[in-house]
């Protein structure tokens, strides 16, 4: 890692603000579902997938956040608050999807490997945004490129 790009003050600032934002919203996450885990006693997924079970949250959030997305695609060229509500709408779908999703992988895994289980959806979790990012920016430099011409 070059650590001269630290010497750009903007560069440096929006990295501290970015480590800043995630560690407040990831610590949020934490302390909130621990809190109402041990100390209001709820379940982990009691509040979201009760006792309809898993599968029609999941589709129920994935759909709501391909709505978001198939409108964002369409409205891209309109108002930027369009543009803003189509993102906060695919972004709500996804959050809500994370739950109900992320408790139907560990309970369907003995508890002695939930460790491990855990340690691969982590790792999807950064594959999947990873290759997001690849693929989605290659399209998208590949349409500018030749938007451009």
Request: aromatic share 10%; glycine share 10%; proline share 4%.
């Amino acid at each position: 890692m070059d650590l001269t790009l630290f010497r750009d003050r903007t560069y440096a600032l929006a990295i501290v603000t970015i480590c800043v934002a995630l560690f407040a919203f990831y610590g949020m996450l934490l302390v909130t579902t621990q809190y109402l885990q041990n100390v209001r006693g709820f379940t982990p997924v009691e509040h979201m997938v009760g006792a309809r079970g898993a599968v029609l949250p999941i589709r129920l959030w994935l759909a709501i956040m391909m709505a978001g997305l198939g409108v964002l695609i369409v409205g891209t060229a309109r108002h930027p608050g369009f543009v803003t509500a189509d993102l906060a709408l695919a972004g709500f779908g996804y959050a809500l999807c994370l739950t109900p999703i992320t408790s139907l992988a560990m309970t369907s895994v003995p508890p002695a490997r939930a460790g491990m289980a855990s340690g691969i959806m982590s790792a999807q979790r950064a594959i999947g945004s990873t290759l997001g990012f690849a693929v989605m920016g290659s399209i998208f430099a590949a349409w500018l490129s030749r938007r451009n011409r």
